[in-house]
DNA sequence: ATTCAAATGTAACAAATGTGACAACTTATT
DNA sequence: AATAAGTTGTCACATTTGTTACATTTGAAT
């Protein structure tokens, strides 16, 4: 189990002795959810880390009409929403949902405290978990708050792409449309005009970027 | 000096005493901004805790169309990006604009690490003030994710409000309008639709609730 | 290879929002 | 009270996106 814990990125750089130590001292337990399971539901109260050891899981947000919008998917390992333990109003702002399988370690609010002073490279860890969660907030504002939607698209298919120049899209149309919070043949429409313009060739899922520099200047549109 | 931290939220519980001993350990400077000065630019590197002491700033993300949208006011007390310091991407995600001569005491994340290993309740703080920012970032987003701009208007006309019937806009339509990320007579028209209706009355800045429930209504339209 | 469910391309039309403009009104200043 | 600067109401028109629908293509299962 404790060997388990090591890979985790929370406990990146403690050596198994120092973690022999820390978890003689600390209170914790494991769960495990089936396929398709709500592992948690948005608005739930949120006191208690939980590390996903294994499975996938997907995080959305439903949204006031009750449509809902894909925030990510979430592999193992990893840790579920670890900005809001600490908050004053700390509830989950998605909907937790498994894909398959999915195993989880869990630590109590007051049980994790006891373990950053306990020992700083996981403290150290814990914020540096922290602040990226921040800045994919904040990338995905800015993500929404682009003008057009081929401006997202075509940001969504330059971070995709990787330098590549040739790749298959990992996500359909209609999950696309969701993640985009917008209507699947908007989606269609938006690679149809990127193609119009010679920017891309997209065949179904396969993508060819055939000019990558206008690909960028499609932010701006 | 020390008197004007400990009003500091991230000093909060701390005794004046424990202040004395901590503020021997650690280093920090101050800095002034004039007027309308640019006290952090969006993209740069965020590496040390800037606490706001006097003054009232904004914060407004820049599109990449150039087209910037305004993220909140943030009022002295308060502290900077708190959640961008101890990522390995820390960069600031925003702008930050002064409204009026600001004043900030700077922290270096070394220094501020030594901080929160020296003082439990200071750890304790910084930690509930990100998540405070984490579940403010994750609000906004929701906002976003609304369907209609009638919706968003409805969302925001329930909040300014608090409970009250009757009460006078913060904001222009023009700030309202670079808030929810849309153009101007778009905002005049959402009013004039929900007035229509016959949810609200306005006249200029000054709005009345006629129909709440129906105003909450809204929200999924 | 055949079959079938899902994904995609595409069209027509409806609805929402953007753009640019201008007059009417408020507010602060003098 | 007069003035000027900024805000709001409002319009016509362009553009974008939503909605619904259906034929085609793909990919997986048999």
Tied chains: 1, 2.
């Excluded at 055939?210 to 200047?217: A, F, G, M, R, V």
């Amino acid at each position: 189990m404790k060997y388990e814990l090591l890979q985790l990125p929370l406990f990146e750089g403690v050596d198994e002795q120092e973690m022999e130590r820390l978890f003689d001292e600390i209170i914790f337990q494991t769960k495990s959810f089936g396929t398709g399971s709500l592992v948690v539901s948005q608005g739930e109260e949120c006191n208690r880390l939980m590390i996903l050891t294994e499975g996938v899981v997907k995080g959305e947000m439903v949204g006031a009409d009750g449509r809902s919008l894909k925030i990510e998917d979430l592999q193992a390992p990893t840790v579920l929403a670890p900005a809001f333990i600490f908050g004053k109003r700390n509830h989950y702002p998605v909907n937790i949902i498994s894909y398959e399988e999915a195993k989880f370690v869990v630590i109590h609010k007051a049980e994790l405290m006891k373990l950053f002073l306990s020992n700083a490279t996981v403290l150290q860890n814990f914020l540096g978990m922290i602040s990226s969660r921040a800045q994919f907030l904040s990338e995905k504002l800015r993500f929404h708050s682009f003008k057009s939607l081929k401006a997202k698209l075509a940001f969504y298919l330059l971070d995709e792409a990787g330098g590549r120049t040739q790749f298959k899209l990992k996500y359909s149309q209609n999950e696309l449309a969701e993640l985009f919070g917008v209507a699947r043949p908007s989606v269609g429409r938006a690679f149809m005009q990127l193609q119009s313009e010679g920017v891309i060739d997209v065949r179904y899922r396969q993508v060819q970027i055939i000019d990558s520099s206008k690909l960028s200047e499609a932010y701006s549109e």
